[in-house]
């Protein structure tokens, strides 16, 4: 881990809704993390619990109410000029939920796929611009013929596909997946998480993958975050997860998932979650602390020594 | 155990301005009294179309029974008139859908949604339909239900509300309650609560259930026997642990091979690979064969009928014939049956 250089470094980044006003939300409350060059960070946790929320933060799509993003050392929030964010935009792509809605309709898939490179001027001429989009299209499964059509014309998983094979076009090092495979049916997923593994081989991908299937998660990810209320409650390598949870919450997240298999859930417990159960006191610190390492739980000194046994 | 319906020979077309989509070709299976039979399949593969079918719910302008008989409590549910049916819709079979934020009116409290099919269907007075419905508000563990009775559906949260419809299908003590998807739109941890409410008021008012997901972790949990459908057709039905540890269909191995569990490590998952058949013109043979690499000559050309596994498992593959090859099936499939010693020496 200590070789592994940082891609993005994300401090006390906060992001509140309707500040002020009597429903203010704090969607993302203080939340900091790394993510490593090359690896795949997985983030979970409930709806609403403010996952999606730092996938957008981070790229830019909100403007944060605090905190920094440093993509390379260099933050990614505050004031910037066009060249700057050009620059940020390049580098950092994203890939939306819903297939159905983040394709424009009106616009043919050539045009979606080379939209970014139309903007980054990446191609110089209509032919070279043609020629990546067709490259494109094949890298991610479609082919050649597929340029012309409109979106409507595809399938769940192959407008994924198109979503992938866009935030490709720019040649981008960072990809945010926000929920890349929840609207896709169970045999298309795995052709899709598949088709995210050997690209992120291939060109040394960089990924933040949001989503709240946790078998799907484990699978892809190299180290998982698990988010509870707009904090982050536990960062640690997937595997370390899954065998050695320490926060309550993530222990009740992962009694709660079904499993195939009708013999272990048979006999399947399910913890709750209370988030009373901590019992903080006013003047206890609670902290993301590293109980072993590389493993980070959110907890007060008390809970910290209890944890560390 | 004693069969609350039966389904036999189903076929349902639908018509569109491109032709006529054949969406339930040839299905047929039973309920057993007091179980839960899970019903899976990809998105078009029929389990919706086949569950309206039950409840009469298919759009009459544009759908047609072609072939079939539903048969509940000694009658023909295809035959029956939209009056008849409307005395069995709700009262002895009533259904559960997949997104609580629309299957709820939002201009109504959830307490005369509730008292609706009571006053309805069982004649009782307003009082009396107001007391039953408090009760069912709490039977689904809704806390303060006297307050909750006088608000609305935006009032409630994700899991609340399917509570509420949970409460509403269960208005009359059903035969038959049908789940479509009820906690895909729902969050892990929601969604366990449901399921153990589901099956906690199965054991107290005795229904049975037809559950349809596309989630094997969720089927593993709640299912007493699955049916597989892919293409319009049941192509292996079975016990859960028939389904899960001893699979025969090559769908159903692709299936749960594309599942990863907690502890798959391998580099790539298993994907079946294409996309589901075009129901306009349904291929020829096994439409499941374009996708199948086990597929044999024979599969392009008949369809394959329903081999008996065991008493209780069926599969629709040619290779149950006796003719058939030995074919390996893929290794997280073998690693199953070793899990369940009963399988194990097949």
Redesign the interface.
């Known amino acids: 881990m200590e070789t592994k250089k940082k891609l993005l470094e994300i401090r006390n980044l906060k992001q509140y809704f309707n500040i002020g006003k009597p429903n203010e939300v704090r969607a993302v409350d203080g939340i900091s993390f790394d993510i490593y060059e090359g690896e795949t960070l997985g983030l979970v946790g ?2 609403g619990c403010g996952k999606s929320t730092t996938g957008r933060t981070i790229i830019r799509l909100y403007d944060a109410t605090d905190g920094e993003v440093l993509y390379d050392g260099v933050n990614v929030h505050g004031k910037k000029s066009k060249e700057e964010l050009k620059s940020f935009n390049h580098k950092m792509q994203m890939i939306f939920q819903d297939p159905y809605a983040s394709l424009n309709p009106r616009m043919k898939v050539s045009d979606v796929i080379a939209e970014g490179m139309d903007i980054h001027g990446l191609a110089k001429t209509k032919e070279e611009r043609m020629n990546k989009v067709y490259e494109l299209l094949e890298t991610v499964g479609l082919n050649k013929e597929h340029a012309n059509r409109y979106p409507h014309e595809f ?1 769940g ?2 407008r994924q596909r198109i979503g992938i094979a866009r935030a490709l076009a720019v040649d981008p090092d960072f990809i945010i997946a926000d929920e890349p495979i929840s609207a896709l ?7 899709v ?2 088709l995210m ?1 050997k690209l992120q081989k291939e060109k040394g991908l960089t990924y933040l993958f949001i989503a ?1 299937d ?3 998660v ?2 892809i990810s190299d180290r998982i975050g698990v988010m509870y209320f707009g904090k982050l409650v536990e960062l640690a390598p997937a595997e370390e997860l ?1 065998n050695n949870p320490k926060h309550p919450y993530t222990q ?2 992962l ?11 048979r006999s ?1 417990k ?1 913890k709750t ?1 209370d988030p009373k159960m901590h019992n903080y006191q006013a003047d206890e610190t609670v902290e993301l602390r590293e109980v072993s390492p590389g493993h980070f739980v959110l907890c007060s000194e008390k809970e910290f020594a209890q944890y560390k046994k | 155990m004693s069969k609350i319906l039966e389904v036999n020979n189903l076929n349902i077309s639908f018509h569109t301005f491109a032709g006529e989509v054949k969406a339930i070709r040839g299905v047929n299976f039973h309920l057993n009294k007091g179980e839960t039979l899970a019903i899976v399949g990809e998105s078009g593969s029929g389990k919706s179309v086949t569950t309206k079918a039950i409840m009469r719910l298919l759009p009459e302008s544009n759908s047609e029974i072609k072939e079939g008989e539903i048969l509940f409590d000694g009658k023909d549910l295809t035959k029956l008139t939209d009056k008849q049916m409307q005395g069995i819709r709700g009262k002895e079979i009533s259904m559960i859908f997949q997104d609580p934020m629309t299957s709820l009116n939002p201009t109504m409290t959830v307490g005369k949604q509730i008292m609706e099919p009571i006053i309805k269907h069982q004649n009782m007075s307003k009082s009396a339909a107001k007391q039953r419905a408090i009760e069912l508000l709490k039977l689904v563990g809704i806390p303060m239900a006297e307050e909750r009775f006088k608000q609305y559906p935006h009032q409630f949260s994700g899991g609340m509300r399917q509570r509420v419809v949970i409460a509403i299908a269960l208005a009359c003590n059903p035969q038959i309650l049908i789940a479509d998807e009820p906690t895909t739109a729902l969050d892990v941890t929601i969604q366990a609560q449901i399921l153990e409410l589901m099956k906690d008021l199965q054991k107290k008012i005795d229904t049975s259930i037809i559950f349809i997901t596309h989630d094997l972790g969720v089927v593993a949990n709640v299912a007493d026997r699955v049916a597989v459908m892919y293409g319009g057709r049941i192509i292996e039905i079975g016990t859960v642990d028939e389904i899960f540890y001893n699979p025969q269909h090559p769908y159903t191995w692709g299936l749960i091979s594309s599942m990863p569990d907690l502890d798959t490590a391998e580099d790539e998952l298993y994907a079946i690979p294409g996309s589901p058949p075009d129901l306009l013109n349904p291929p020829k043979g096994d439409a499941f064969a374009p996708r199948n690499e086990y597929a044999m000559k024979i599969d392009l050309e008949q369809e394959p009928p329903m081999f008996k596994v065991s008493d209780t498992h069926y599969a629709a593959t040619w290779l149950l014939h006796p003719d058939a090859p030995k074919v390996e099936p893929p290794a997280a499939v073998i690693k199953r049956r070793e899990m369940y010693p009963g399988f194990n020496n097949k």
């Open positions: 409930e709806s399938s998983g192959q049916d169970v045999s298309i997923q795995a052709q998480v598949n593994k709240h946790l078998s799907m484990k699978y899954y009740s997240l009694s709660a998932i079904p499993l195939p298999d009708p013999i272990s859930e399947r399910r979650y």
